[in-house]
C-alpha cells in the first residue's frame, strides 16, 4: 500500500468517525471468507457500515480527529479488525450477538463500542450492550410516561361522564312515567265526584 493510498484510508475513516457518534471495534479473526460476506450482507440490510482497516490507520485516523475520549480505543486495534458504525448504538450489539448464536461460534469478537462517548472494552460487554436503550426508545418511555396520568384522567372523565349521561337518560324515563301516571289519578280523582 502507497503512502497516498494510507492517507486516503486514513481520510475515509476520519469521515466515518465523524459521521457517526457509535462505531464497535471488533475481532473478525479466524472467520471465513463466507462468513465475513454474510456479516456485511447482514450490517448492510441492518443500516450499520462495517469497514476492514489496519490498525495503525485506524489510530492515526482516531489520533488526527484530536479528541482525547478516543484514546481509550487503542488498547483494542490489535488483531484483525473490523470497524461496525451505525446511527443505532445497540445494533451492532444485537448483529454480533445473533450471528455468534447462529454460527455456533466465539467469532466476531467485541474489542471495544464507542457509544456517544463512553468506551465499553471487552467481550463481556456484548451482551449488555444489546439492552442499551436507543434515543428514541428514551424518549417513547418519557411520553408513555406522561401520558399514563392523562389516559388516566380522561378514562376517569370519560366514565363520569358516561355515568352522568346514563343516569340523565333513565331519570326522564321515569319521570315521563310517574307524569304520565299522576294526570290519570288526577283525572280519576276529578272525574269521580262530577259522576256523584
Excluded: W
Excluded at 28 to 40: D, G, M, Y
Amino acid at each position: 500500500m502507497t503512502k497516498d493510498q494510507k492517507n486516503e484510508v486514513i481520510e475515509a475513516l476520519k469521515e466515518k468517525f465523524s459521521q457517526y457518534d457509535n462505531f464497535y471495534v471488533t475481532n473478525t479473526e479466524s472467520l471465513t471468507v463466507a462468513q465475513v460476506s454474510k456479516l456485511r450482507r447482514v450490517c448492510f440490510d441492518k443500516k450499520v457500515e462495517m469497514k476492514v482497516a489496519k490498525n495503525t490507520l485506524i489510530r492515526k485516523a482516531l489520533e488526527s480527529m484530536g479528541n482525547d475520549s478516543y484514546k481509550g480505543m487503542f488498547d483494542s486495534l490489535n488483531n484483525v479488525t473490523a470497524l461496525m458504525f451505525s446511527e443505532n448504538p445497540k445494533e451492532p450489539a444485537l448483529i454480533l450477538s445473533t450471528f455468534r448464536k447462529e454460527s455456533k461460534g466465539e467469532r466476531p469478537e467485541l474489542k471495544a463500542a464507542f457509544i456517544n462517548g463512553d468506551i465499553y472494552t471487552g467481550d463481556t460487554n456484548l451482551a449488555s450492550l444489546t439492552k442499551i436503550r436507543t434515543k428514541n426508545e428514551m424518549i417513547g418511555e418519557v411520553i408513555g410516561l406522561l401520558q399514563s396520568p392523562v389516559k388516566r384522567v380522561l378514562a376517569a372523565l370519560l366514565h363520569h361522564h358516561e355515568k352522568q349521561n346514563s343516569g340523565a337518560t333513565e331519570s326522564p324515563v321515569a319521570e315521563t312515567s310517574a307524569g304520565a301516571d299522576a294526570p290519570a289519578a288526577a283525572d280519576t280523582v276529578v272525574a269521580a265526584p262530577a259522576a256523584e
